[in-house]
């Protein structure tokens, strides 16, 4: 089962490692080593949340996922991604960028660091629309029920959770962006470059995830009338347009995890130019990260983790929580991407020991049930 799951990414690794060493010797395969394992120790909530929206397709979109998906992560996220932001930011053609990527690698980490608070803005506001639409939904199972009962409350409000995010913003272009960057002493003002991407992520996550949610809901009801069909008679069905819609649904999520895996990556991507401005290692290293990111997500879903760890879901959105907030805090201060990793890895450590917690107390209470009825029974 491992091995049927993570063969691509050890296929994957052999390769990337295996090409840094040919192209820059044991100090580039190392620093793909390196920018691999930061990739996943980033990445590790990305993959429990990727796995609740996967368990919902059918095996052949998940092999969609594996393969169309990972080409759109590795190619589009981890190599054209850097180059295009140099390209927008500076005003380059996609050629002239590429080429500033690979000859003048100080000035292309310059300009990818210009474009920072932009970044920065646009995946911290759509990762904080994930979170805040996460705690203020009213769910059966609650992790921290001290604090997601009243929010569960709180989120019966109409729009809350952009205006939220949308107060959050306002207070990181006031107090972050007018002085994120100090350029020889010239005073550069992001303030409005910051609200702009902003609200860009804000509008890509409505979009996106409520095309997402609508056609999940539609294909909910079209199975339920399915159902109700099949029971009433073993006439015929209503095949046809159930594929169809189906195939809509799916696709609207497919292209909800896409988005969700771009936004992820952000901070990978911008992480990768603290240990090196080769834009060939940088790809070499996050795209085997990512390669163990879909892996995972896919074992996540065929082992039912999700369904046996609970708190799982909570601990990963907690992890994505903080990550915008990193996100945004980062348009003015650094903050070391070894932190960055580890709050996500702890919040998720934290969720698993607690749902391996609770399924010992429901096995005990179960077990103690199991004897009363014994004891009542030869009685």
């Known amino acids: 089962m491992v091995l049927k799951t993570f063969g691509w990414s050890f296929a994957v690794t052999a390769l990337g490692l295996v090409a840094a060493f040919l192209f820059g010797g044991w100090t580039a395969f190392g620093i793909v080593a390196i920018l691999s394992i930061l990739e996943i120790s980033l990445s590790f909530d990305n993959a429990v949340v990727n796995a609740g929206i996967l368990k919902k397709m059918n095996a052949f979109w998940q092999k969609i996922f594996l393969t169309v998906g990972i080409l759109i992560a590795v190619f589009g996220m981890r190599l054209v991604f850097p180059v295009v932001i140099v390209a927008i930011s500076a005003q380059l053609g996609p050629i002239e960028a590429v080429d500033l990527a690979l000859s003048d690698k100080d000035r292309y980490q310059e300009l990818v660091t210009d474009a920072h608070p932009a970044i920065a803005a646009f995946g ?10 996460f705690i203020f939904e009213d769910r059966e199972i609650k992790w921290l029920a001290w604090l997601e009962r009243p929010l569960a409350k709180l989120g019966k409000v109409d729009m809350l959770s952009v205006c939220i995010a949308l107060i959050i913003l306002l207070i990181s272009a006031m107090t972050f962006a007018t002085h994120a960057h100090q350029h020889g002493g010239t005073h550069v003002d992001k303030a409005e470059t910051v609200l702009l991407a902003g609200i860009a992520g804000l509008i890509t996550y409505m979009i996106v995830g409520g095309l997402s949610g609508y056609f999940e809901d539609k294909l909910e009801e079209e199975e339920e009338q399915e159902h109700e ?81 609970v708190y799982l879901e909570h601990g990963a959105h907690y992890a994505i929580g903080a990550l915008a907030m990193i996100l945004l805090v980062t348009i003015q201060y650094e903050i070391n991407e070894i932190v960055t990793g580890l709050i996500g890895v702890v919040l998720i450590g934290v969720s698993f020991w607690s749902s391996v917690r609770r399924n010992k107390r429901i096995a005990e209470a179960e077990g103690q049930a199991g004897e009363k009825t014994e004891v009542s029974s030869g009685v």
Do not use: C, H, W
């Open 229 to 309: 069909e099949e029971e009433k008679a073993a006439r015929e069905g209503k095949p046809k347009s159930a594929i169809a819609l189906a195939g809509k649904a799916a696709f609207f999520m497919f292209l909800y995890l896409e988005v969700l895996d771009a936004s992820f990556s952000f901070d990978g991507v911008i992480g990768a130019f603290a240990i090196t401005n080769d834009i060939v290692l940088m790809a070499l290293g996050l795209g085997i990260g990512a390669m163990y990111v879909r892996s995972l997500t896919v074992y996540l879903v065929r082992q039912g983790t999700l369904d046996d760890y």
């Open 124 to 133: 911290g506001m759509f990762l904080l629309m994930i979170f805040l639409d």
